[in-house]
């Protein structure tokens, strides 16, 4: 998914020096999250390639907030998460993850 982090494989590649490792990284991200609200957009994913978990009462996702959702289906009755990019440009006027633009 580097079009949408910018992070290559190169860059977190065993034999990149300044990479490191997944397992120091989990801790160190474990360390920095615990007992802080979690902030971010679509973070089931994060959380899930970092093999870690975060109480669900310290989350908030905008990929789970029903005001920034789109009603999908054929009454309109499942609600969907929206794309980051999109939510940032709606409502502050960014443009993000540009393709051929470094996101980092």
């Keep these: 998914r580097t ?8 860059d977190i590649h065993a034999k990149n020096e300044d990479a490191m490792d997944h ?13 802080k609200i979690l902030v971010g957009h679509a973070l089931k994913n994060d959380l899930s390639a970092l093999m870690i978990s975060h ?3 310290e989350i908030r ?21 929206r794309k980051l990019r999109d939510l940032v440009y709606e ?10 633009e470094a996101h980092c």
């Design 55 to 57: 109480p669900r009462s």
């Design 23 to 35: 397992e120091e990284c989990r801790l160190k991200v474990g360390e920095l999250l615990m007992g």
């Design 91 to 100: 409502n502050l006027g960014m443009r993000i993850q540009v393709e051929g």
């Design 61 to 81: 996702d905008t990929a789970r907030y029903k005001p920034f959702m789109r009603a999908t289906g054929r009454s309109g009755g499942k609600l969907r998460p």
């Design 3 to 10: 079009h949408v982090s910018g992070v290559r494989s190169k």
